[in-house]
């Protein structure tokens, strides 16, 4: 089991630095398989030593080797949250295709997360990328009971959510409406609701306090991303207990 946990832990850390990557530069048209990590100030090419997840971030005290501006802080943070929500994966689902799923749900959610909090955006090619991957996992490697309910629940959330974004003029974005789309071929209808509710549920708990805090005007948009990942995690992490807790009370 310590080789199982230590694989996820590093397969985390590697994909969080990734993750951070790909936030960064897809909104902005960036290139991300075939260019080099550089300092956005000094324009050096990193070496594989300025490149070690969360490591390298300590070892220079979050700057740079080479002009010592400081690094961002978001780095060596989504490098950390991705592991430790891989090795929860691994500790909640053993090996198995839940395993996957989980995995490529929670990646997604971190992405998003990141390009919303830099750009407020939730760019398609990442949605689309996304869609691909779990419409493949529910047809070959982990098919709903029934086959239909996940592409259902994409649907009708996508449908409902679009009325509801014109209804209510901007009080939800289009990006995530077509997030909560794809997540619908991840959880299913049934736990799609409970993604919705919690999703709505944390994103209120965070305009008020932005609001007692005096971050955030009255009528200023905020990234809903975050709210949504954290329904999310919760959803895959405790979905059934939450639910059978629902049944008994």
Excluded at 66 to 86: K, N, Q
């Amino acid at each position: 089991m310590l080789f199982e946990l230590s694989f996820f832990l590093l397969l985390g850390l590697t994909f969080g630095s990734f993750f951070q990557v790909i936030g960064v530069r897809v909104p902005l048209g960036e290139p991300i398989a075939w260019s080099r990590s550089v300092c956005p100030r000094c324009k050096k090419i990193l070496r594989a030593r300025d490149l070690f997840p969360v490591l390298s971030y300590l070892i220079t005290f979050g700057k740079c080797r080479y002009c010592a501006v400081r690094i961002s802080p978001g780095y060596p943070l989504a490098e950390i949250v991705t592991a430790s929500l891989f090795v929860l994966i691994y500790v909640r689902y053993q090996v198995s295709p839940e395993t996957i799923m989980a995995i490529i749900v929670i990646s997604l959610v971190i992405i998003v997360t990141i390009t919303d909090l830099h750009y407020m955006r939730i760019p398609n090619s990442i949605l689309a990328f996304f869609a691909c991957l779990l419409i493949f996992v529910r047809i070959f490697l982990h098919p709903f009971d029934p086959w239909w309910d996940p592409f259902m629940a994409a649907l009708l959330s996508f449908s409902v959510l679009f009325v509801l974004m014109n209804m209510s003029g901007g009080g939800l974005g289009g990006g995530d409406v077509k997030l909560f789309a794809v997540l619908g071929l991840a959880f299913g209808l049934l736990d799609l609701l409970l993604v919705f509710f919690l999703s709505t549920l944390v994103g209120t708990a965070i305009g008020i306090g932005s609001r007692i805090l005096a971050r955030l005007k009255p009528g200023q948009p905020f990234p809903f991303a975050p709210s949504i990942a954290l329904a999310v995690i919760i959803v895959v992490m405790a979905g059934d207990w939450l639910w059978h807790w629902y049944s008994i009370i």
